[in-house]
């Protein structure tokens, strides 16, 4: 990713993956200073994120997408190091597919011993992990085992001299010892690097809170994105003085990380400290490790990021979670890592928004006896008042579910016909499974309370079968149009522009042509604050409805309103003959 952004603002690399040239020595330097003017960049966009609170784009990642992603990206990882541990060329920016032809292509020109190093390197710490685990005297020295292994290794390699015949094992030679000069990146590149720099940011941001969310879900644990994207910030923008190119979380190395055993920070400061002691004094000495050593630490490390058992466990659960895993396993596998956590987080935008296009949408009838109501599609037998229709919707309110309301809400005003009634006993419909355990006092005595006259705070209403309230099926037959709505916005926490726009020409509608007032209940003080800016309130009053605390206070009203509308008939005078 860096590589293409210094090439695209005209910048040629240092060599290309056949090992030839691209540029002499001016365009190398030209090349790197650019990365260091990148680094500096890429901090600077990081700290912006950081301050725009974009680290919670990560709730955006769903954990049966984390977890497909997760998967196809630790066997990416995977296959990219087959051609350490084989001693093949192989592209490394190939696709996957593309990277299991050319092995299967190369398998007679792999070397033998260094197979060898690295199927034994594994074992060594299987077996060392589960001696660990076995006997707790090994536990409690905590025993580094991936870096004893390499230690073994190095030896090995020194005593037999494995980079030479016959065994001709790569290693990983030659490696420039001490520390970079600290230095200022030209300011003119700065600017020439401005807009490459920020799709390297965005995505080294997208990977960063990816990975995050893998270990955290994997590990239980609560990690705070915007502090470690300020880290990362921070290390951008120091380290582009000391000649760095731009960083980001690794999903390979945090896995070696994990699989280790590090549970806090503080292991980054060892690593640190380690890595500059090696690059001060130790470089001649770890110039004997063989590739495939570190190719069998990263084999034994990702096997930890397959979650094949978390496909098989929605496949059993859930069928539409078992999707999301399938397509962000495919894609991410098919497409590369990259491209994988962007189609991974667009699917899970995508589940997101069609689950709040389309809310919950209750139509509620009072439990006989009591102030509770409950959904006619869940419970037969509630009391329904064919002049008063109560909805639920359940979400707040925007642009992609308006019309979802507005649909659902004509369909039950204007589409209501004659409802024949019930007397039917409160049962939760088989296919819900719940109970009415949440209305204690209803359970007990329910028969009774219903036999008994009706309380004074409730309406006359008249028993209507759920079933045939939400039945799309039968003709209409308008006996007694609905006058009153009551909208029930307990689940409503928030509304925009686009919905208030919505509400105000449905308001309008059912005062025109079905003469329905609208009654909205529920509503806290933030919505109410925001219907009243928006125009909502004052659309209500005008279509003559009502802001009421409780569904018991709507119907109170509705039956009060019509008490009076009757009384100013029968006191009208009568004209003369």
């Keep these: 990713l860096v590589g293409s952004a210094l090439r695209g603002a005209g910048f040629k690399g240092v060599s290309d993956d056949d090992g030839d040239d691209d540029g002499d020595d001016d365009d190398v330097a030209a090349y790197t200073e650019a990365a260091y003017a990148l680094s500096l960049l890429v901090g600077i966009y990081y700290a912006i994120m950081v301050a725009l609170r974009l680290g919670q784009l990560s709730t955006l990642l769903s954990e049966p997408v984390l977890s497909g992603y997760t998967t196809a990206a630790g066997m990416l990882i995977g296959a990219s190091q087959v051609k350490n541990l084989l001693q093949i060329s192989v592209d490394s920016s190939s696709s996957f597919i593309q990277l299991v032809i050319a092995v299967f292509n190369q398998l007679g020109d792999a070397n033998g011993y ?26 409690k020295l905590n025993l580094p085992i991936q870096l004893t292994v390499m230690i073994f290794w190095i030896i090995v390699s020194f005593a037999a001299d494995l980079a030479s015949d016959p065994t001709n094992v790569n290693t990983l030679g030659e490696i420039p010892p001490g520390l970079p000069s600290p230095s200022v990146p030209r300011a003119g590149l700065v600017g020439k690097m401005a807009q490459p720099a920020v799709a390297v940011a965005v995505v080294a941001f997208i990977l960063s809170i990816s990975t995050t969310q893998v270990f955290a879900v994997k590990n239980g644990v609560e990690t705070p994105i915007s502090r470690q994207l300020l880290a990362q910030a921070a290390a951008n923008i120091i380290g582009s003085f000391f000649s760095c190119y731009p960083a980001a979380t690794s999903l390979s190395r945090s896995a070696v990380i994990d699989e280790i055993g590090a549970e806090s920070t503080a292991h980054n400061l060892v690593s640190a400290v380690v890595l500059g002691i090696v690059l001060l004094v130790l470089t001649s000495v770890f110039s004997y490790l063989p590739n495939a050593v570190l190719a069998g630490i990263i084999f034994m490390a990702v096997k930890r990021l397959l979650r094949f058992d978390k496909a098989a466990d929605l496949w059993r659960k859930d069928r539409r979670d078992w999707g999301q895993w399938v397509v962000a396993f495919g894609a991410t596998l098919l497409l590369g890592i990259t491209n994988g956590v962007f189609i991974a987080i667009g699917m899970s935008m995508v589940v997101l928004l069609f689950g709040t296009a389309r809310p919950p949408f209750m139509v509620l009838g009072r439990v006989p006896g009591t102030d509770h109501y409950r959904d006619c599609h869940e419970y037969d037998g509630l009391e329904v008042d064919s002049e008063v229709t109560i909805v639920r919707f359940g979400a707040s309110l925007h642009f992609a579910n308006k019309d979802s309301l507005v649909t659902r809400v004509l369909r039950e005003i204007e589409g209501s016909g004659k409802r024949a009634s019930s007397t039917r006993s409160i049962t939760p419909r088989e296919d819900t499974g719940e109970a009415l355990s949440d209305v204690p006092d209803v359970v007990g005595d329910l028969a009774a309370r219903a036999a008994s006259p009706a309380s004074p705070t409730h309406a006359p209403t008249r028993r209507i079968s759920a079933q045939e309230v939400l039945s799309e099926e039968e003709e209409p037959r308008l006996e007694a149009p609905v006058r009153y709505m009551v909208l029930d916005c307990g689940s409503m926490n928030d509304c925009d522009t686009s919905g208030a726009n919505a509400l105000v020409l449905l308001l309008n509608r059912l005062r ?66």
């Design 114 to 139: 260094s197979v060898l190093i690295g199927v034994t390197t594994m074992g060594m710490i299987f077996g060392l992990q589960r001696l660990t685990r076995s006997f707790q005297w090994i536990k």
């Design 512 to 577: 025109t042509r079905s003469s329905c007032a609208v009654i909205f209940v529920g509503c806290r003080l933030r919505l109410r604050s925001t219907f009243d800016r928006l125009g909502v309130l004052g659309a209500l009053k005008g279509a003559g409805g009502a802001v009421l605390p409780s569904i018991q206070d709507a119907v109170a009203w509705a039956s009060k309103r019509d008490a009076l509308a009757a009384a100013r008939v029968a006191l009208r005078p009568m004209n003369s003959p």
